[in-house]
């Protein structure tokens, strides 16, 4: 069976801080993708990225980047010099390819508050 | 407009009544899919399409029920909605069931049962 752990329910920080969200994935398969979503207040649910597992390169997009690291099962996310744009709810998510079509197996989600 | 739409945006309703929330998109994706959101428990899939005519169960079905015939609508039916179905839904497109894409969700759908 598949699982996300995000041990994190709510971090708070200040602006300009820098913070990583913790995400630990459980799967026996070998192909599986990994993904990160945002909740901001609005509701709606943005997806940031994509993660296969052959691919453990570590991505950095601007003020976000992903470390991917399948020795410890983790794909943590940082983002560097917080604002307060960044409050949301943060997800991490993985899929197991053939498993259940392609289902998104969620973590319970992070609660991320940034203060100016 | 292209793209994924919910309706209603927010939903109330009483106990034991028959609410349908419905989910269109426009790209002729053929999967889709219903999760519901709850706090504590992040999303969970209800029910998911591979394709018009084709459902099947996730992880929370009970008191549920889908059709999909046509591709670019799924609608999901509480046949007797309960307090515990109290939440935010969530419906889903992807190109594929394999994960290759980025899954893009709907606006939601707040319900609450009373």
């Known amino acids: 069976a598949q699982k996300v752990t995000q041990a994190q329910t709510e971090i708070s920080v200040v602006e300009k801080e820098d913070v990583t969200l913790d995400c630990v994935y459980e799967?026996?398969?070998?192909?599986?993708?990994l993904f990160w979503y945002k909740q901001p207040p609005s509701g709606e649910l943005v997806f940031l990225i994509r993660?296969?597992?052959?691919?453990?390169q570590n991505e950095i997009s601007g003020r976000y980047s992903w470390n991917f690291q399948k020795s410890t099962s983790s794909f943590n996310f940082t983002i560097t010099a917080s604002q307060v744009v960044d409050s949301a709810v943060y997800f991490c998510a993985l899929s197991v390819y053939g498993g259940s079509q392609g289902n998104l197996i969620f973590g319970k989600g992070t609660k991320l508050s940034v203060k100016p | 407009d292209a793209g994924i739409t919910q309706s209603p945006r927010y939903k109330i309703t009483e106990t034991g009544r028959q609410v349908t929330l419905m989910c269109h998109q426009t790209?002729?994706?053929?999967?889709m899919f219903w999760y519901r959101q709850d706090l504590g428990h992040g999303l969970r899939l209800i029910y998911y399409?591979?394709?018009?005519?084709?459902?099947d169960k996730g992880e929370v079905p009970d008191g549920y029920v889908v059709s999909r015939s046509k591709t670019e609508n799924f609608p999901l039916t509480l046949e007797s909605a309960t307090r515990s179905q109290t939440s935010v839904y969530f419906c889903a497109s992807s190109e594929s069931g394999a994960p290759v894409y980025g899954y893009t969700f709907g606006s939601g759908t707040r319900l609450t049962v009373v």
């Open positions: 790209w002729s994706h053929s999967y």
């Open positions: 399409s591979a394709a018009a005519d084709i459902t």
């Open positions: 799967t026996r398969d070998t192909t599986y993708y």
């Open positions: 993660r296969n597992s052959f691919d453990e």
